[in-house]
T-cell receptor, first 113, second 113 residues
Framework: KQEVTQIPAALSVPEGENLVLNCSFT??????LQWFRQDPGKGLTSLLL?????REQTSGRLNASLDKSSGRSTLYIAASQPGDSATYLC????????????FGTGTRLQVTL | GAVVSQHPSWVICKSGTSVKIECRSL??????MFWYRQFPKQSLMLMAT?????????EQGVEKDKFLINHASLTLSTLTVTSAHPEDSSFYIC?????????FGPGTRLTVL
């Protein structure tokens, strides 16, 4: 059974800092990996999607990397802003079942002024 | 990506009543939709996969007679929580799969008194 873990569980940084969120998964036979953002009491916003054949994806200040063989992904946020404060979730889909997501435990990020 | 709406955004009901939650895909014809449940400060747990024109597939431990899912058209799936109890209070989120990634609705907060 796939298990997805995110470290740290919570993080507080001052505005302007660069930061890294970590995601690890136990079964490397994945189809793709997605990073999501969730604001309190809200749904999920897809940030980045990395196919299993890719190493990284970039969108604005966000960069996600994938090392499938070691079962790890990182989300790098450059020049953090208070508006980045949210919970960040990673999720993987299993190879052969491209649609079913297994979510990580989440990292609650607080960017302070 | 696909745009997904949910209705209602929040609902309060008495114990023993039934509640219906709608999930609509506004710009994409979705043969597959997913229903998730999220308890406070926890990650999303997949409840069931909704398939247009056929029966839903439920995850282990999810009571199919309690959580009725109907996917009658390519743009609408409904989740009915029957005989709701306080322990069913949770945040319910649906998603649409567009053959590559999942896109999530804004969620429905259910509180059972």
């Amino acid at each position: 059974k796939q298990e997805v873990t995110q470290i740290p569980a919570a993080l507080s940084v001052p505005e302007g800092e660069n930061l890294v969120l970590n995601c690890s998964f136990t079964d490397s036979a994945i189809y793709n990996l997605q990073w999501f953002r969730q604001d309190p009491g809200k749904g999920l916003t897809s940030l980045l999607l990395i196919q299993s054949s890719q190493r990284e994806q970039t969108s604005g200040r966000l960069n996600a990397s994938l090392d499938k063989s070691s079962g790890r992904s990182t989300l790098y946020i450059a020049a953090s802003q208070p508006g980045d404060s949210a919970t960040y979730l990673c999720a993987v889909t299993k190879a052969g079942t491209a649609s079913k997501l297994t979510f990580g435990t989440g990292t609650r990020l607080q960017v302070t002024l | 990506g696909a745009v997904v709406s949910q209705h209602p955004s929040w609902v309060i009901c008495k114990s023993g009543t039934s509640v219906k939650i709608e999930c609509r895909s506004l710009d994409f014809q979705a043969t597959t939709m997913f229903w998730y449940r999220q308890f406070p400060k926890q990650s999303l747990m997949l409840m069931a996969t909704s398939n247009e024109g056929s029966k839903a597939t439920y995850e282990q431990g999810v009571e199919k007679d309690k959580f009725l899912i109907n996917h009658a058209s390519l743009t609408l799936s409904t989740l009915t929580v029957t005989s709701a109890h306080p322990e069913d209070s949770s945040f319910y989120i649906c998603s649409v799969f567009d053959l590559l990634a999942q896109y999530f609705g804004p969620g429905t907060r259910l509180t059972v008194l």
